[in-house]
């Protein structure tokens, strides 16, 4: 499975940004998919979730703001990450996460562990 993201950027604070992921390969078996950051210096923090039957969990910080989205088919997965009321507490490296299962949803683990697939991650900069 191969996992690229896309859509990061350079965004003023209010601002908007939509995240993409793209997971291609042997995605048959993928449940869990998920969004993560971090900031050089501090641990991975979780983001969102989502779950095979389309659950979704969102860390305290962003809830209310972003919205983690999914279209699945036997090709690719996309996985999307609308940010919108972005604050400059907000800047750091997102990634895509892709588990084979839902525990990983469940789990909540906040250095992702339960992921199997990850990407290399795309740069937020929320200026303020």
């Known amino acids: 499975v191969q996992v690229v993201e896309s859509g990061g950027g350079l965004v003023q604070a209010g601002g908007s940004l939509r995240l993409s992921c793209a997971a291609t390969?042997?995605?048959?078996?993928?449940?869990?998919m998920g969004w993560y950051r971090q900031v050089p210096g501090k641990k991975r923090e979780l983001v969102a979730a989502?779950?095979?039957?389309?659950?979704?969990?969102?860390a305290d910080s962003v809830k209310g703001r972003f919205t983690i989205s999914i279209s699945r088919d036997n090709a690719k997965n996309m996985l999307y990450l609308q940010m919108n009321s972005l604050k400059p507490e907000d800047t750091a490296m997102y990634y895509c996460?892709?588990?084979?299962?839902?525990?990983?949803?469940?789990?909540?683990?906040?250095?992702?562990?339960?992921?199997?697939?990850w990407g290399q991650g795309t740069q937020v900069t929320v200026s303020s």
């Open positions: 390969g042997s995605i048959v078996s993928i449940d869990a």
């Open positions: 989502i779950s095979s039957g389309g659950r979704t969990y969102y």
């Open positions: 996460a892709a588990s084979y299962s839902d525990f990983a949803y469940f789990s909540r683990n906040a250095g992702g562990d339960e992921y199997d697939h």
